[in-house]
């Protein structure tokens, strides 16, 4: 070939490249329909895809090395963070700086980055199963899967992780919603979650669907089901624990055959709680081993929830100025260590080799005086022992309503920490292991 065609030839190409990089560039920024960018497609705003690009990860996939999180480079990984409000309860395209019509692309981008500005590497955010199974479309038209992909994708672009967490069988708007015992009959609602959830394997089908989805993604967590526990919609309580047990190892090896290789967190009941002065009296980490779970690549991580509020790090009824009917806690780190200790949890971390994640905890804004302050020093005294022990945790939550809210204004979250907002902050900040 002529030397100058060859020359003409590559200068066609090379010009050539550089418009559809251009193109490419421009379109991430122009067009609203272009903006939601998944593995190997990009989302249009009425949830259908069309050819893309791929995307470089700014997170590494994780693994459990006995009781450590690492990733594929053999780092130490600690996943702590915040509950990224109800999110896709309240819309299935999540609420994103306060807009409740859905999915937005460039208010999750931002909310993100002021997450990530307090130090968090990791958001844990409800899902709604049944948007899941319906692929609801939110009120921007953007279909739910898709918004799942995307947020999956921005996370992982920014250098953070999803947990992704069962909540509910609908949203908040919907027939039946509630915070759901178990994700099946007969402890839903009954009417639409239990036409659209009418057995276990309903359940099991649709956390399947989202490990196939969604794996490859190295920001995915998944979490099936948050707070499982045995209460039924009359009031009344279960006593079986393999109703939960039996079906979450089926769900586990459901996901696992779709080739899903990340973490998997479990709980079970809504989270530990000890009578100091009767540490018998108490619910603690026995399950772990009293229901073991397997997984054939061994990649579990075990949760449970920790509210002062909720007596989980300790309450006393007849010392320290406690009775029965107005128990006190504690403040002191010993305290809330000894607490710990019954709960079992440097038990589960330690002797049994397994990482733990305190999937939600967080401070009250409710109490006043006195009792406020030692609720703020306590949470404090709480933060830093988890950071001591090695354990994961999770803030409750990154919204400004109810108790355990960690921000004041909602639509400018970043600058607007509640006082116990910021000792999560400072705790996210100033790492120690």
């Known amino acids: 070939m002529p030397k ?4 003409t030839l590559k200068s066609i190409h090379f010009i050539w490249v550089i418009v559809i990089s251009l193109f490419q560039v421009i379109s ?5 329909a272009l903006s939601l960018v998944s593995k190997t497609y990009a989302l249009t705003a009425t949830g259908t895809i069309f050819a893309g690009g791929t995307i470089s990860y700014s997170v590494r996939p994780l693994h459990v090395f006995g009781k450590y999180i690492k990733n594929n480079i053999n780092q130490t990984v600690m996943l702590r963070g915040v509950q990224k409000g109800a999110c896709f309860v309240d819309s299935p395209g999540g609420v994103w700086l306060n807009n409740w019509s859905g999915w937005d692309p460039t208010r999750a981008s931002e909310e993100l980055d002021q997450i990530k500005s307090w130090g968090a590497n990791v958001i844990r955010i409800f899902e709604v199963n049944g948007h899941w199974l319906r692929n609801t479309v939110d ?6 899967r898709d918004v799942v992909v995307a947020l999956a994708n921005l996370c992982a672009r920014k250098g953070m992780y999803l947990i992704l967490t069962g909540f509910s069988a609908v949203g908040s708007t919907e027939q039946g919603n509630q915070q759901d015992p178990l994700p099946y009959p007969p402890y839903l609602q009954s009417g639409l979650p239990t036409q659209l959830f009418p057995d ?15 794996k490859g993604i190295p920001s995915v967590i998944l979490e099936p089901h948050n707070e499982p526990h045995l209460k039924y919609p009359d009031g009344t309580w279960g006593n079986n624990p393999n109703e939960w047990f039996v079906p979450l190892q089926q769900t586990i090896n459901a996901m696992r055959a779709t080739g899903y290789d990340g973490l998997i967190i479990y709980q079970y009941r809504s989270g530990t709680w000890v009578n100091l002065d009767y540490p018998q009296a108490r619910s603690d980490l026995g399950w772990v081993e009293d229901h073991p779970i397997t997984d054939p690549i061994n990649n579990l991580v075990i949760s449970t929830h920790q509210y002062r509020f909720y ?9 320290h100025g406690g009775t029965p009917s107005n128990p006190t806690q504690p403040v002191l780190k010993s305290d809330i260590m000894q607490a710990l200790i019954y709960e079992l949890i440097p038990h589960v971390l330690n002797d049994l080799n397994k990482p733990i994640i305190i999937g939600e905890c967080g401070a009250s ?41 960690l921000i004041s204004d909602d639509r400018n979250p970043e600058t607007t920490p509640t006082e116990s907002g910021s000792i999560l902050r400072n705790s996210l900040l100033n790492q120690i292991s």
């Open 4 to 7: 100058n065609v060859r020359f």
């Open 365 to 405: 804004m409710d109490y006043t005086g006195t009792a406020y302050v030692d609720e703020l020093q306590a949470c404090t005294n709480q933060l830093e022992l988890y950071q001591e022990l090695g354990l994961h945790y999770i803030g409750f939550w990154w919204r400004s309503e109810l108790q355990f809210r």
């Open 311 to 319: 007596n989980a790090i300790g309450l006393w009824t007849e010392s």
């Open 200 to 214: 276990t394997q309903a359940w099991i089908n649709v956390w399947a669907d989202i490990a196939n989805t969604l």
């Open 139 to 144: 009120s921007n038209g953007y279909q739910h």
């Open 28 to 32: 991430l920024f122009s067009f609203p």
